[in-house]
């Protein structure tokens, strides 16, 4: 079984920053790419940056310039910093792992930007 386990939301005032983290545990190998996406409410959830096994990233147009995501391949954790934070960021952020054996997907960590 496979747990993912994010953390660093919160409420952060526009401009701010905020570094969410996650965390794999369990029956997890050879990763291949580490996701993360967001869910506003009462919308779809959307992938907001990628990050492959070789260290190729990728960004959702939104964002491109104000986040960046990261991985510690020895933790199996996977970061997204976020910068200048707009409302329209606000969401819950989710954690997305694919491996050899499937997707899995943590229960996320709220965002919300406020002044």
């Known amino acids: 079984q496979v747990q993912l386990v994010e953390s660093g939301g919160g409420l952060v005032q526009p401009g701010g920053s905020l570094r969410l983290s996650c965390v794999a545990s369990?029956?997890?190998?050879?990763?291949?790419?580490m996701n993360w996406y967001r869910q506003p409410p009462g919308k779809e959830r959307d992938m907001v940056a990628g990050?492959?096994?070789?260290?190729?990233?990728a960004y959702a147009h939104p964002v491109a310039g104000r986040f960046a995501i990261s991985k510690d391949n020895a933790k199996k954790a996977v970061y997204l910093e976020m910068n200048s934070l707009q409302p329209e960021d606000a969401a819950t952020y989710y954690c997305?792992?694919?491996?050899?054996?499937?997707?899995?997907w943590g229960k996320g960590t709220l965002v919300t930007v406020s002044s």
């Open positions: 369990g029956s997890i190998s050879s990763i291949i790419a």
């Open positions: 997305n792992v694919v491996d050899s054996s499937g997707s899995y």
């Open positions: 990050i492959h096994a070789d260290g190729r990233t």
